[in-house]
């Protein structure tokens, strides 16, 4: 009886919300709301709990890759880096039709291995390449479009900033998270230049602007491109050569941009210092209260046994594996529609976990289908930051890049679809 | 005169470039610190037992802090596509609403974290890798916090008072 008071409770709560969060108020205060008011109606929880947890869920070794990977991130955008990893992909796949926006999404899928940030990779890759893409024909908001869906890949190729926060809430290994990524990355790469080639197939811009393919052109590209490989490797083999924790690599990973910047290809002045790393705590100074919330928010929830009695009406339906994939991802495109993705992840994820477990989806294996599913929210609207990312760098309307994103926004949900039912293909290294 | 020219000064300088100089120093301590611990593991063998603590807890200054600077370019995530909808009286009257509601939960967590800080204090309780009381490390949450609450009432200020105040900006 207790029990269904409990949940009756909290189903309210959790309505008024969602009515908080309509209106237009930060997540962290509709998370502390919801908390804080959980914890005085229910009494299953102390209030001084406030103090403890809000202080636990911050004071985390995991949680320190999550600025320092957006430093990274934000000297790579000010410096050279990017702009030789754009250069690669168009010596790759320039010569292929449609090949300009194929380079588009391979820059972005490089510079992805640098910087853990969606909106990052959007904004860095869509100032080199949009006027470029114009120039060569391309429709302008398409070729927005294509640096919006391509900063997708941000958040899936390591380092992805969402791999950590979806570690934090689940205790999943980072690490497995981050080299579980690459193969997903890949394939939703490879998915939006498929979409990107069946768009210029049908359009005048792509069969004219292709770029002859050289063997030494291209080995060219990926010596300019050098220092950009330098950091994945330092992330990825430091972390599984067993040198570094992942928050550690984070360190030496922006300690590497900051050489190769400042000293080797000097593009980053010292004076820019400051201004550096004010920016990256932006960031850090948005998601801080949404992660120590919805932590203290999943604790009381799991305290009221909310997420179990979820888990018991889901499992309850009755519905195969197959059609529960479908629902959860019906649910994730419509969360991730509303939500920024890293907040979405904390919030759902007290809630979504168990039922991935009762599936019986490995832990790394459902955070990077989850990972993926959610970051098509990046492209589509209200909320979609990489439309945003892309508008500011463009100058074109958020609503027509969002309409141009159709082709890539299929493209990803058949790649999530393959993520979901091939385990192996992210379990590979197991 | 000049004791108010100066007191206006000092606060525009306690406002803007301390609050800055405040987070790029803990965001540079972390970083600096966990590259030191590796390079000191890898080069000479030798690790110390109070830089992962001490970083753990500059990230949560820093991360409280910057979570308050981002109230001054309303930052914070959330969806405003009702309020973009809602005339300009409406949105106002939503802000203030949000902004009461940020400042209650402000006002709850620098209470339960001056009780908690009192009891660490009187019970002596330490850092694990430092003779210093913990208390120092949870003040963290009232600082930020405050700031939060003061960045918050400027916002107010700013919205139904829109005169230029002393207001130092993000230097970005």
């Not at chain 1, 230049?193 to 052109?217: D, H, K, M, Q």
């Not at chain 1, 509303?338 to 976990?353: G, H, N, Q, W, Y």
């Not at chain 2, 000049?2 to 609050?19: E, M, S």
């Not at chain 2, 949450?141 to 400027?154: E, F, H, K």
Request: proline share 5%.
């Amino acid at each position: 009886m207790m029990d269904l008071t409990n949940m009756q409770v909290a189903s309210v709560v959790i309505v008024l919300m969602l009515i908080h969060l309509v209106i237009g108020l930060p997540l962290f205060i509709v998370l502390a709301m919801g908390s804080i008011s959980l914890i005085i109606l229910t009494g299953a929880y102390s209030l001084s709990s406030l103090s403890t947890t809000l202080f636990a869920s911050l004071d985390s070794w995991a949680l320190l890759a999550m600025p320092l990977f957006i430093l990274a991130g934000e000297i790579i955008s000010r410096g050279r880096i990017a702009r030789d990893l754009v250069g690669l992909g168009e010596a790759l796949v320039g010569w292929i039709k449609g090949g300009l926006g194929m380079a588009t999404i391979f820059g972005c899928f490089f510079f992805a291995g640098t910087s853990g940030s969606s909106s990052a990779d959007t904004a860095t890759i869509g100032k080199i390449m949009v006027p470029a893409l114009k120039d060569r024909g391309y429709d302008k908001s398409y070729a927005a479009s294509l640096a919006a869906s391509g900063g997708i890949l941000g958040v899936i190729v390591p380092p992805s900033l969402i791999f950590i926060i979806y570690g934090i809430a689940t205790g999943t290994s980072v690490g497995d998270l981050f080299i579980a990524g690459v193969i997903p990355g890949l394939l939703i790469a490879l998915g939006l230049c498929l979409a990107n080639y069946i768009v210029c197939s049908f359009s005048s811009w792509g069969a004219n602007e292709r770029t002859p393919f050289s063997g030494a052109g291209a080995l060219k590209a990926v010596w300019r491109a050098r220092y950009g490989f330098g950091a994945p490797f330092v992330i990825l083999g430091g972390i599984y050569g067993g040198f570094f924790t992942p928050t550690e690599a984070a360190a030496v990973a922006v300690f590497y941009v900051f050489v190769v910047e400042l000293l080797i290809v000097r593009e980053v002045e010292f004076s820019e210092l400051g201004e550096i790393f004010l920016a990256a705590s932006k960031t850090t100074g948005i998601l801080a209260p949404i992660i120590a919330f919805s932590i203290l928010f999943a604790e009381v929830l799991a305290i009221l046994r909310v997420p179990g009695a979820i888990v018991e009406a889901f499992t309850s339906f009755g519905t195969g594996p197959y059609l529960s994939v479908v629902l959860i991802v019906a649910m994730l495109l419509l969360v991730g529609c509303l939500l920024e993705p890293i907040a979405a992840i904390l919030v759902i994820m007290p809630i979504l976990f168990p039922i991935g477990q009762q599936l019986g989806f490995d832990p790394v294996h459902f955070g990077v289908f989850v990972v993926a599913t959610l970051s098509v929210g990046f492209i589509t609207p209200p909320v979609g930051i990489n439309l945003f990312a892309a508008a500011a760098v463009s100058g074109e309307p958020f609503m027509n890049i969002a309409y141009k994103a159709i082709p890539a926004f299929i493209a990803l949900i058949v790649v999530c679809f393959v993520i979901a039912f091939s385990p192996s293909l992210i379990l590979w290294f197991r | 005169m000049q004791a108010a020219h100066f007191t206006n000064r000092f606060i525009r300088f306690v406002d803007g470039p301390l609050v800055q100089m405040v987070v790029v120093l803990a965001y540079a301590y972390f970083f600096l610190i966990i590259l030191s611990e590796v390079f000191m593991r890898y080069f000479f063998q030798h690790s110390t037992n109070w830089g992962e603590m001490t970083a753990r807890y500059a990230f949560v200054y820093f991360a409280y802090i910057a979570a308050a600077e981002a109230f001054r370019h309303d930052e914070h995530i959330s969806i405003d596509l009702l309020p973009n909808k809602l005339g300009e009286t409406g949105r106002k009257a939503l802000e203030t609403y949000g902004d009461f509601l940020c400042i209650l939960i402000s006002v709850a967590v620098i209470y339960y974290s001056l009780g908690l800080m009192e009891i660490q204090q009187r019970a002596n309780i330490r850092m694990h890798a430092l003779p210093v009381n913990m208390s120092w490390a949870q003040l963290a949450l009232p600082l930020g916090w405050g700031l939060m609450i003061i960045r918050i009432m400027q916002r107010v200020q700013r919205r139904f008072f829109p005169k230029p105040t002393p207001n130092v900006e993000f230097a970005t």
